[in-house]
């Protein structure tokens, strides 16, 4: 099982900045199956959307709201994925978390970090 570990939150003003890291640890074995990375939030009170995600190709998928403000970016020596949040909006608060899917047919075996806390304030 790999494991993941989120840091980068923090509060910060409307129109700011902020780079989230996520680090992968795991077996060898377990770190081989990683292919796609991603960030998901969830602000109070709403369901866990997708914000982000990017294969080890360097393919890369965003929400239309944070498109052309965020940036996911990832370092596949390191086993570690970005997310660069710029223009920052109080609507972007919330818990975000790093996630690797692992689908066996409908269902996710991938792995969820702790999450790391992003405040915009107005």
């Known amino acids: 099982q790999v494991q993941l570990v989120e840091s980068g939150g923090g509060l910060v003003q409307t129109g700011g900045s902020l780079r989230l890291s996520c680090a992968a640890s795991?077996?060898?074995?377990?770190?081989?199956?990683?292919?796609?990375m991603g960030w998901h939030r969830q602000a109070p009170g709403k369901q866990r959307e997708l914000v982000a995600e990017i294969t080890v190709g360097g393919i890369t998928n965003y929400a239309d709201s944070v498109k052309d403000r965020f940036t996911i970016s990832r370092d596949n020596a390191k086993n570690s994925v970005f997310l660069q949040m710029n223009s920052l909006k109080p609507e972007d608060t919330g818990v975000y978390y790093c996630?690797?899917?692992?689908?066996?047919?409908?269902?996710?075996?991938?792995?969820w970090g702790q999450g790391t806390t992003v405040t915009v304030s107005s």
């Open positions: 795991g077996s060898i074995f377990s770190l081989k199956t990683i292919n796609t």
């Open positions: 996630h690797t899917p692992r689908y066996v047919g409908p269902v996710d075996f991938g792995s």
